[in-house]
């Protein structure tokens, strides 16, 4: 069987998805077959371009007529394009990938968690929280369930980047509220609640986020308009800059969070940070092939290079030292979402995974709006 | 003229102190001459004992009868101790050097501060915020002062320790609320609270303080009390083992700290990081000889070893890369103090800078119990 | 027009050769269209795998009949495989890339050069130094050839893994003289001086390598043989576990070498430095997106994370701080190579690098062996 | 008891001395009670300037006169000044404890080491290699000596400085060969040498250093003098900027020696790193309260800040975390040697360590002239 893929979206995440299946048969040969059938959007000669380089089929500017013809969707698009489409495609009985942040508003975030739940178990649906799949990051899950660090009590997550310290920078669409949702709350913090939950929240660890204290800040309320007019002018900025917060967990665990879009020298920095009773971890998305671990018998933090063929993922790559990058996250994700849908199986990061992190992420704005712990039930 | 200095502690402090003291004339032979004239305490034995080996002329188990004796008296007793003999000090006109924090209530520090004030400029009362006196901390002050990071617009800090990892680690003073205040938030927040301060709460750059959202957690609710008499007793922990707080600044900085005694693997790692619209700064006291840079023209942060005859204070010791230690903050913050007593001129850190660092951790506390942001008038 | 690829050896190399064939569509758009036409080994059922798994249209056990009839020949096979279909395919006319070191010998290294100076220009013969093609690598290339490091006087160079500390690690032909050449000093120290030469090997720059100093020793003189019969056997270790190496250019600039396979904790760390009259740089393979600068205006080293739009390959893959990967070498190199192939252009590194690196080894061999300096010349 | 001491030489080390002896009685009450008796030196002005700054009772102009009247007699001058009042102090049965390179030639350290011995073990001569002294050595020297390591294969040691990039820096005694001997070799390689032979020279590690292969280079020919006349004046430079060397130790370990003073960017970068069959170990200066370990049960490097009470020394000093400096090394090197005095008993490093230290750098000068090996017997 030969699962065909429609894919929403062309651009950053479009490309990275596609390089991930079109690598599948060589490293994962056991996950499914799979054709990259048909690519949607709407701007046709852009689209038959992509569809072109990225290796897709077909092409179709309407996704109604393509989220039930194809045996998997991938959704793609900007945040505000996430809710119709795979609602859509769920009610279809179609599984479906969405990238994160799951939806704008919590409110979409829910009604897509409902389609998911309504759809069943079978049809599996994915949030692309992809750094779950970091091979350092599975391995530190694992230490975390086997107890080496012990009962936690204390995580620091933090997401920097540096794309807007430039005020010239140019407005985007994730920079406006209706399409975006949120700023780096939104499109960082995501990722970094996401982590948190996927490290810690288990009963055995650190249990569920109870309560968030947050703050948001839009450090330059205006942006140049990149217009082929030549006219200058500006669109408002509607999304935090920045954002901080703090955390409480089931078992009392302290937390803080932060990211940033205008932290000069930090590409795309995102860090964690764990301590518990009988250790600590360290990870850095810049240096993704390293975990720093702290556990019975060490002095110090081992700097540990996770690259032996023992190590989550690796041995589908290449020999110790030779590092992987960024983007196998993308096929460690696609290879295991596909197989659960061939599968017919759940699939873990969920889009009830995507909407308990909305959950938090709406807790920080409503904490912000009014200046005090926001409890999470 | 010499100064004769009367000294109440004699512990860690106590030895810190008369360490730097005893290294002035060689390394600092500006400084006036001063004579380590008498100890106090409570115990005469180990009094005695300490008196000779710090090189004291005197003890003394009485303060009341120092403080007015003396030229200068340095209050390193715990910190239920710093109020009344400081008060006491400065109504004599004696010029006062007094341990963080300022006081264990906020109550305390403001009456500290009111003695100060009443003394007049020419009775310097400082406050022993050493870390001002890291050379790397003093260039990073130069650098932001320039303007060289720009307009500041995120600022992080966190202290932590493990020594408190250990469930058998026995009780001391510093675990009650009566006689320490607080906890790591008094401890090590208030080093934290100073030195982000110092580096940036000028007008010019991102202003005072102006809000704060805390959270303070005692994971162990009690700990051992080493007995001589072998019966296994235990005491009450009434401080907080580590917290975190939000902050806001006048300008609209943002800020998270961080403080800990239960973070495995980090002895006494006090890290400041702060973003402008010009570059960044990175700084950690367990490589205290080192500062991070990011500044115009770089592409990544700077490793910088400032040991430079040109970095403030270096000319004093050795030649380039012949690193300092922890204990030579003392001595740069007792020359900078003891001159400023000769020559009767104010000196900072000083008691309003000690109590304005306890409204940020009172107001921490605050927040902690009432679950909402706490505003800084 | 596509060109037809024939590829002998479908291990290690041959796979990450095939995948960086198999990205070039979707990242290199510009790259010659290239068919994975036929793939040479001895073993059939292996071959049949392999070329199904790779994406290869044939198979062959015979190189004989496929050096001619392909369009270009990627020799990947063991050392002592490379010289004869090398030179046969050049001697048809079909460029030929072949992986490193060139040759096991220095007399098989130089025919290979001469093969490749006969078929003329219009052939490409590359040698897979893929290290030239990482782009904090080539940024740094870029540097030294500004002058930004300035006249160079002192570089370094080592290549430490450890994968032989293990006693019961198995023989394997990389242990073999007559089938390696050498040991740590081919397989590692080829790369090492060829990024040197790469680096500050021209005229401006320190110039080549005029003399030589060698160490080579082999720690563990038998390694056990992996049987299917459970006969305990061992065989015999014919080549260095580590080398080192002094060097003087012919500016005077002085080097050091060094290469081990039993340096415990290290698994692919080949580490590069250079210092010159007015500034030094750092490489590290393990932080491959990372490089090392001082240059003028610094205090300290920048650590500079290579993956800017403007960076050498970078705007080909993803945005700031998405990092590569060690495989992605191997898609800039074949990019290279084939654009070279198809447009009858020259390509370096070229046969006459991998010449120019083998005597430099040759000459640290014979170094050992006499206890001298050895000239190049 | 109170020990005299006499003095040669108030500069850069006359005062690290002064100070350490300075520093014994808080700090090492153990240690013998001294007296800073008398400084020697031929500036009478400055010398009496000195002796005040540093605590020194009288001052002489002629070290004849003081060697026999002191109780122990401190050779800190230039190295062409180390043999003859060192032998002399030693002939008239006085302690002698001397800087480092022990003389300026392999004949004067060898009549220097005669002396020592003929002086007899009650009568320490030691060498002032005080980086023995730092505690994350010495913990590293346990960890080795407690087979942690396993048996030792490779050693590393570089020292860098850059005070020399400067064309304009001005000529000293320290670049003049007959006065200082030789450059970077014997001013940083004597330390390197003498730390790899105290770390694994052992029998039961690697053993001695048996054969040696060395080359040295002068970057620029002259320097300016630092005239007070106005005259633009240039001085020889006949010493080294920068060695480079190779190492046979007596059980086979390989190693590689290098210094330079000439590196931009490095200010006293003395970095050791041991590789042996069961892990390995790194070691920076420029972060002396640290050392990388890797050791059974470790996947990865730890860093560990050698700070706890049970570190070698640290419990003189202050709690976990508190960092040391530079200084504190002599400290704790003459508070060990002045015991060695007060009990008759000898002192490690020896004279005879610096003539080991010796023998190895002469090797390293000769090798560079005769372009070959060099056996040490």
């Known amino acids: 069987m030969t699962l065909e893929i429609g894919v929403l979206g062309y ?19 056991d996950a499914p077959d799979i054709e990259r059938s048909v690519l ?48 859509a495609a769920l009610e279809a009985g179609t599984p479906v990938f969405c990238e994160k942040p799951l939806a704008p ?12 739940r309504d759809a069943g178990e079978s049809v599996p649906a994915g949030c692309a929280f992809n750094y779950r799949f970091v091979p350092a990051i599975r391995y530190a899950r694992g230490l975390l369930a086997d107890g080496e660090i012990g009962e936690i009590r204390q995580v620091r997550g933090r997401y920097l980047q ?27 913090g995501a990722h970094t609640v996401d982590l948190l939950r996927y490290l810690v929240a288990d009963g055995g660890l650190a249990g569920s986020i109870e309560r968030v204290s947050g703050h948001c800040r839009t450090f330059l309320e205006e942006r140049p308009v990149d217009g082929d007019d030549g006219v200058d002018e500006t669109r408002a900025v509607t999304v935090d800059d920045a954002y901080t917060a703090q955390l409480e967990f089931e078992n009392g665990t302290m937390g803080t969070l932060e990211a940033s879009r205008v932290a000069p020298g930090h590409k795309n920095d995102h860090t964690i940070e764990i301590h518990g009773t009988e250790g600590s971890l360290r990870f850095s998305l810049e240096r993704l092939n390293e975990l720093e671990v702290l556990q019975e018998g060490d002095r110090g933090y081992e700097t540990i290079l996770v690259t032996d063929p023992e190590d989550p993922y690796v041995d589908h790559w290449w020999p110790p030292g030779h590092v992987l990058g960024w983007e196998h996250t ?48």
């Open 40 to 87: 949607v959007g709407r701007d046709e000669d852009a689209l038959t371009e992509a569809a072109d380089r990225l290796g897709f089929d077909s092409i179709a500017t309407d996704w109604e007529s393509v989220v039930d013809d194809v045996d998997v969707f991938y959704n793609l698009g900007p945040n505000h394009v996430h809710p119709e489409p795979s609602i």
């Open 162 to 188: 540096d794309w807007l310290v430039d005020p010239d920078a140019p407005w985007s669409w994730r920079l406006d509220a209706d399409l975006a949702g949120a700023g780096a709350l939104g499109d960082l």
């Open 330 to 377: 993308f096929v460690h994700e696609n290879s295991e979402f596909l197989t659960a849908v061939a599968n017919g199986e759940s699939f873990a990061p969920s889009f009830a995974d995507g909407l308990a992190a909305q959950r938090v992420l709406d807790a920080v704005e409503t904490s912000d709006d009014r200046g005090e712990w926001i409890s999470l039930e």
């Open 105 to 116: 508003t919590l409110a979409d975030a829910e009604r897509m968690a409902e389609a998911a």
């Open 11 to 29: 651009r950053f995440m479009g490309k990275a998805h596609a390089n991930a299946m079109a690598r599948l048969p060589m490293f994962f040969p």
